[in-house]
Nanobody, 123 residues
């Protein structure tokens, strides 16, 4: 098991910003680089959905609802993935989960998940 340490999240007003950071604390850099890293979210009563993901040397992939507002980046030397969330909307409220994936597309392959961090957008 690979522990993923998430930080950030919390409460923001509509139109505001938050930043989420996830670190694969015990993974060596060379291994971290082989994973697609990303963020998923799950709102109450809804299925978990992809927010954004990024593989080394490949353009990021974003969910349609966050395109143009969220930016994902990775720092392989620090083994971190960051999600910068701007222009937040109430519908962005959810628990956000960090994910590392390698191999065939989901539901196949190998996955590691963070414990989840709450993001609430409300005035």
């Amino acid at each position: 098991q690979v522990p993923l340490v998430e930080s950030g999240g919390g409460l923001a007003q509509p139109g505001g910003s938050l930043r989420l950071v996830c670190r694969a604390a015990r993974m060596i850099t060379s291994e971290f680089r082989t994973y697609t890293v990303g963020w998923y979210r799950q709102a109450p009563g809804k299925q978990r959905e992809l927010v954004a993901s990024i593989l080394d040397y490949v353009s990021p992939n974003y969910g349609d609802s966050v395109k143009g507002r969220f930016t994902i980046s990775r720092d392989n030397s620090r083994k971190t993935v960051t999600l910068q969330m701007n222009s937040l909307k109430p519908e962005d409220t959810a628990v956000y989960y960090c994910n590392l994936h390698r191999g065939p597309p989901p539901p196949g392959g190998q996955d590691y998940w963070g414990q989840g961090t709450q993001v609430t957008v409300s005035s």
